[in-house]
C-alpha cells in the first residue's frame, strides 16, 4: 500500500510544472490556501544563519541523501526530505521518492515548525484546520501524514525540518524509536549542515589570510617569490615584470639569462647548493633590466619545513641595492685616494722632521719619537684602509699586530702577545687605539719590559658582552718606580681612552711590571 501511494504521489509531482508543483493552478486565493501563518521569532535574523551556510553547494549531499534514505524507511514512508525554509520558497536540499526540488513556502507544512523545538507531527492533514484546505492534500499530490523534526542551529535559528510524508492517514502515531531515530537523524542533518558553515569560514579565514599577504607582497618595494621544495618557481609579484620587462622564470635554468654572465655560475651554484642543505640563500648579483641595464640585487631565501623535516617551500626577496652598491664602491674609491695620500703626508712630515735633526742635532731625540709616532698611525691607517690586500679582516687583533711588528725579536717571535678575544675595529678607533698602545709599547722599550732581553708583554682582550676589557701586562723588565708626576704618555692615554673612545682605565705599578687596564664599550671600537 505504502509502494502504491510513493507512486502515485511522485507521478503527482512529476507531472507538475517546476515553481507550480504543489499549488497546482488552485483558483483559490493564496490566504485561503494556508490558514493563520504562524508566528515565530526574527525572521530576518533567521534567514541571515540560513544564508550563512550557503547550503546550496551541497545540494543532494551523499550523507544527507543517505539521512533522508534511512528516515523513509524508518518512519516507513514514501517521501523523505531535508527540507530548508527560505524567504518565499522551501527547498529540498535532499530528498527521497521526490524528485521536486522546492516548492512555495505559503503551502509548506514546514514553516509551522519554525521556532519550536519539538517534532511536528499530522496523522491525518484532512482533519487538522491547519492544512485541511492546502493544496498539497486537496490536490492531486494527496498528502495526508507528515512529520517533521526541526533542524536548530547553534544561534537557536529554525532552519527547516528533516520530515517524512505519507499519501496514506496514520491513524497511530509514529513509536518512540521512529521519533527518537528521526530526532538523531536531524541532528546529524545539522551536523552536516555545521561541518558545512565551519569549512565556509576556515575558507574565508584563508582567502582573507591570502588576500592580505598578496596585498602585502604587491605592496612590496623589493621583488618577492616562492618556489617548491625542488627550486622550481611558482610565484613572483608585480615587480619582477617591472623591473625586467619580462614574465617570470619558473626554474633556475629560466633564471640565468636575467643574470650577469659574470655572476650567473657563482649564483646558481649557490642557489643550488642551499637547495640540497636546506640552509638560506643569500646572493649578491647583477639583474638585467627592462632596458637591457644591470642593477646590483640582493637575492635572499629562506626555507620553510613541516615538523623538522626536509624544506617544503621557499620564499623570498629580491631587493635593489644598485644605488647602494655603487655608493659603497664610491666610498672606497674615495677611503683608497684618502688613505694613499694620507701615507704620503706622513712621509712628507716624516722627511721633513729626519731632514730637520740632521741639520739640528738638539732635536734628534724628539724627531725620532714623532716620527715613531707617524709610522704607527700609518700602520694603523693603512690596515683599517677598505680592501687592503694584506689583512683579511678589519679586528682589533690584526691591528695590534701590526702596531707590535717592529717589536719582534731577532728570531721573528713576538714580544707583545696578544691572546684572548677579537672584536671588529673601524676606522674611526684605530686612531687613538694606534696612539695609546704605540705609547706603551714605545715606553716599555725604553724603560720598561722591552728594555731587556729577558722581558716581555702580554695583552690580554676579554669581550665582555657591551664592552671589552684589555690589560696590558709587562713581564721580566726592570724594577717599576711609581712617580706622582703626569708625564705626556698618561695624558695621551687618558685623552684618547677617556676622551675620545668614552672608556675608562687605571695603572698598576707591580713588582713584576706596569699594568694598565682599560675599558671601552665594543660599539666604540667598532666606529
Known amino acids: 500500500m505504502a509502494k502504491r501511494a510513493r507512486i502515485t504521489y511522485m507521478a503527482h509531482l512529476r507531472e507538475t510544472p517546476r515553481g507550480d508543483v504543489l499549488n497546482l493552478h488552485d483558483p483559490k486565493p493564496r490566504s485561503a490556501m494556508s490558514p493563520t501563518a504562524p508566528e515565530y521569532g526574527d525572521e530576518a535574523e533567521r534567514l541571515r544563519?540560513?544564508?550563512?551556510y550557503e547550503a546550496a553547494a551541497i545540494e543532494d549531499d551523499p550523507e544527507l541523501q543517505a539521512i533522508v534514505a534511512f528516515a523513509a524507511k524508518l518512519c516507513r514512508a514514501p517521501v523523505s526530505m531535508v527540507s530548508l525554509i527560505k524567504q518565499d520558497t522551501q527547498h529540498f536540499l535532499a530528498r527521497d521518492g521526490i524528485d521536486q526540488r522546492e516548492t512555495d513556502r505559503d503551502v509548506a507544512f514546514c514553516i509551522h515548525t519554525l521556532g519550536k523545538d519539538e517534532m511536528l507531527e499530522v496523522p491525518d492533514a484532512t482533519r487538522d484546520d491547519r492544512f485541511a484546505d492546502n493544496p498539497l492534500v486537496t490536490g492531486p499530490a494527496n498528502v495526508r501524514y507528515y512529520a517533521g523534526q526541526p533542524l536548530v542551529s547553534?544561534?537557536?535559528?529554525?532552519?527547516?525540518?528533516?520530515c517524512v510524508i505519507d499519501t496514506e492517514a496514520r491513524d497511530v502515531?509514529?513509536?518512540?524509536?521512529q521519533r527518537e531515530g528521526l530526532r538523531v537523524l536531524a541532528q546529524a542533518a545539522m551536523r552536516r549542515l555545521a561541518a558545512r558553515r565551519i569549512r565556509?569560514?576556515?575558507?574565508?579565514?584563508?582567502a582573507e589570510r591570502e588576500e592580505r599577504l598578496r596585498r602585502v607582497l604587491e605592496g612590496l618595494p623589493q621583488i618577492a617569490w616562492s618556489a617548491d621544495e625542488h627550486g622550481n618557481f611558482d610565484y613572483f609579484n608585480k615587480r619582477w615584470a617591472e623591473q625586467t620587462g619580462a614574465p617570470p622564470p619558473g626554474s633556475a635554468d629560466a633564471w640565468r639569462p636575467f643574470i650577469h654572465p659574470d655572476d650567473a655560475d657563482r649564483v646558481l651554484d649557490e642557489w643550488q647548493r642551499c637547495l640540497d642543505a636546506g640552509k638560506s640563500f643569500e646572493a649578491e648579483y647583477r639583474l638585467r633590466q627592462a632596458d637591457g641595464s644591470w642593477f646590483w640585487m640582493l637575492g635572499l631565501g629562506v626555507p620553510v619545513s613541516e615538523h623538522e623535516g626536509d624544506p617544503v617551500r621557499w620564499f623570498g626577496t629580491v631587493t635593489d641595492i644598485d644605488e647602494v652598491r655603487r655608493a659603497l664602491e664610491e666610498r672606497d674609491l674615495l677611503a683608497h685616494e684618502l688613505s694613499?695620500?694620507?701615507k704620503n703626508l706622513f712621509a712628507v712630515v716624516i722627511g721633513l722632521a729626519t731632514l730637520k735633526a740632521r741639520k739640528d742635532p738638539a732635536v734628534q731625540p724628539f724627531v725620532a719619537e714623532l716620527t715613531d709616532v707617524l709610522r704607527a698611525l700609518g700602520r694603523a691607517n693603512e690596515f683599517v684602509r677598505a680592501g687592503h690586500a694584506s689583512v683579511s679582516h678589519d679586528a682589533l687583533r690584526g691591528l695590534l699586530g701590526a702596531l707590535f711588528k717592529p717589536y719582534r725579536d731577532g728570531s721573528g717571535e713576538d714580544r707583545v702577545r696578544i691572546t684572548g678575544d677579537d672584536v671588529p675595529v673601524g676606522a674611526a678607533a684605530a686612531t687613538p687605539l694606534a696612539l695609546v698602545f704605540h705609547e706603551l709599547a714605545t715606553n716599555a722599550a725604553k724603560y720598561g719590559a722591552l728594555s731587556v732581553d729577558e722581558g716581555h708583554v702580554t695583552l690580554t682582550?676579554?669581550?665582555?658582552g657591551e664592552t671589552v676589557h684589555l690589560t696590558w701586562q709587562e713581564h721580566g723588565g726592570p724594577a717599576v718606580i711609581e712617580s706622582g708626576e703626569t708625564g705626556f704618555g698618561s695624558r695621551l692615554v687618558e685623552m684618547s681612552v677617556t676622551g675620545q673612545l668614552g672608556g675608562s682605565w687605571q695603572r698598576h705599578f707591580r713588582a713584576d711590571g706596569l699594568?694598565?687596564?682599560?675599558t671601552v664599550s665594543k660599539a666604540a671600537i667598532a666606529r
Open 200 to 206: 565556509l569560514s576556515a575558507d574565508r579565514a584563508i
Open 49 to 52: 544563519v540560513l544564508d550563512s
Open 515 to 518: 699594568v694598565i687596564d682599560l
Open 154 to 162: 547553534e544561534e537557536g535559528a529554525s532552519l527547516g525540518t528533516l
Open 340 to 342: 694613499h695620500r694620507i
Open 173 to 177: 502515531p509514529l513509536e518512540d524509536f
Open 461 to 464: 682582550m676579554t669581550d665582555e
